[in-house]
């Protein structure tokens, strides 16, 4: 079983940027599609953004449309999000996931998870 492991978490000023990563123990991201949710305590797990496994199409939550960036490195089995211009309700603890499908935005149909990371920023 692949495993994911989320890092770049941490405490940010409003305006201010993070990089998350997401390193995968296999080559997961080749041959699966990929994506970032988050989640708010108390609130259901979100959808941020994703990247088709071919690395040619992207779709994001219209909240973070224009500030975040997936992008991925095949090379080192590995899944970022940029987050630019960040605002105090994008804190919460970040996920990266992977899905047998090309690409989705619907948290049911990922099959594999990271521990989460947390991300806040202060206004």
């Known amino acids: 079983q692949v495993q994911l492991v989320e890092s770049g978490g941490g405490l940010v000023q409003a305006g201010g940027s993070l990089r998350l990563a997401c390193a995968a123990s296999?080559?997961?991201?080749?041959?699966?599609?990929a994506g970032w949710f988050r989640q708010i305590p108390g609130k259901e797990r979100e959808f941020v953004a994703t990247l088709s496994r071919f690395g040619d199409y992207t779709h994001y939550a219209d909240s973070v449309k224009g500030r975040f960036t997936i992008s991925k490195d095949n090379a080192k089995n590995m899944l970022y999000l940029q987050m630019n211009s960040l605002k105090p309700e994008d804190t919460a603890v970040y996920y990266c996931?992977?899905?047998?499908?090309?690409?989705?935005?619907?948290?049911?149909?990922?099959?594999?998870w990271g521990q989460g990371t947390q991300v806040t920023v202060s206004s």
């Open positions: 296999g080559r997961i991201f080749v041959n699966y599609g």
């Open positions: 996931a992977a899905t047998s499908l090309v690409a989705s935005f619907k948290e049911q149909e990922y099959e594999v």
